[in-house]
């Protein structure tokens, strides 16, 4: 069986009030050195995103049965390895309706991305304290127009929840009457086409014991948590391939609906946290550190709207 083997280029000295790296002897090998992440803020988790680009920025080719991550890293050993890894880590991990529906049969847990090691997932898992063997899966949706039949809602040992809208709760409702509840659990979050990235945030902490969330997109979904400056982490495989934008422009980069705004004055600007990248290879493992606002510091203070 291939294992992965990552090289290490560059680490910055993470804050003393990191927590501990969990990971065994062999899960460091393979990831070229330890992994822990801030604390969490008081009244939300750490928030941590995760893509595979394109060197010129796509996330996405758009195309049918084409559209997921893997295409764009090349189905990646070591890829997929850090995905597992982050989400062996995380209490939840997050996507919005559109990559669920795009990449079909995808299920977000450790095993799914890299089955081989499996084991060593569960016993990390044990290791950081966790009560469930899999992340819980979150996805949000503001018109409840979800397909439930996907495999995500019927993987055992799996806890789903879907964040919505009041109409949104009203469609899925309308769409799997008495069968709903016997498929996931679903929350009604204040607004009326879309929920607030902060109430998202305040909510999985508060009601799920959430301290860190896996943000796995897509571009439009990143983009809103992104432009409220509620991401702390970026961790970005960049592959070495070139693809184009699209004939329609319709292949997007991870920060989707921050178009319009920032103005170049209020670009996001990271700080270098690694550099790594695969024995064998030419894919870069990059992450950073992203600038958080006061008011996502302080979402607990601000009370729920509606
Ligand atoms: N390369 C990678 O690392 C990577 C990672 C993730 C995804 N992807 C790919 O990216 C593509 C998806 O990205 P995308 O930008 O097209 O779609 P997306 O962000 O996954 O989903 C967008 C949809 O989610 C719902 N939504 C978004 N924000 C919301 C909010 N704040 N509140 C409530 N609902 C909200 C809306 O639909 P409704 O209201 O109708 O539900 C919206 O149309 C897929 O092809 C996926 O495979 C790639």
Do not use: C
Not at 108 to 120: G, H, K, T, V
Not at 154 to 161: E, I, K, P, Q, V
């Amino acid at each position: 069986v291939d294992q992965p083997k990552i090289v290490t280029l560059f680490e910055a000295a993470l804050p003393a009030s990191s927590s501990d790296s969990a990971l065994s002897p062999r899960l460091s090998a393979f990831y070229g050195g330890s992994l822990s992440f801030p604390q969490p803020h008081p009244g939300r988790p750490v928030i941590i995103g995760n893509f595979v680009q394109t060197l010129d920025g796509v996330i996405s080719l758009k195309a049918p049965g084409r559209s997921g991550g893997g295409e764009i890293s090349g189905f990646n050993l070591e890829d997929r390895f850090i995905m597992a890894l982050l989400r062996a880590h995380a209490d939840a991990v997050m996507v919005a309706s559109r990559t669920l529906h795009e990449d079909s049969g995808h299920v977000r847990i450790p095993a799914f991305i890299y089955p081989a090691l499996e084991a060593d997932f569960l016993t990390l898992r044990h290791r950081l304290g966790k009560d469930t063997p899999h992340p819980l899966n979150v996805v949000v949706t503001g018109s409840g127009r979800l397909n439930l039949e996907e495999k995500t809602f019927s993987t055992a040992g799996l806890r789903t929840l879907v964040l919505t809208t009041h109409t949104g709760a009203q469609q899925l409702q309308h769409a799997y009457g008495a069968r709903l509840p016997g498929l996931t659990t679903v929350r009604v979050l204040p607004g009326v086409t879309e929920v607030d990235p902060a109430d998202i945030a305040r909510t999985l902490w508060r009601d799920y014991g959430v301290q860190l969330l896996l943000h796995e997109g897509g571009a439009t979904f990143f983009g809103t948590f992104l432009k409220q400056r509620l991401i702390d982490e970026l961790f970005l495989t960049v592959a070495p391939q070139i693809v184009g934008p699209g004939s329609r422009r319709e292949r997007p980069a991870f920060s989707g609906a921050l178009n319009g705004s920032p103005s170049p004055d209020e670009s996001i600007w990271g700080i270098l946290l690694s550099i790594k990248m695969p024995q064998e290879g030419s894919h870069l493992y990059l992450r950073y550190r992203l600038p958080v606002s006061e008011m996502a510091r302080s979402v607990d203070d601000k009370p729920l709207r509606g």
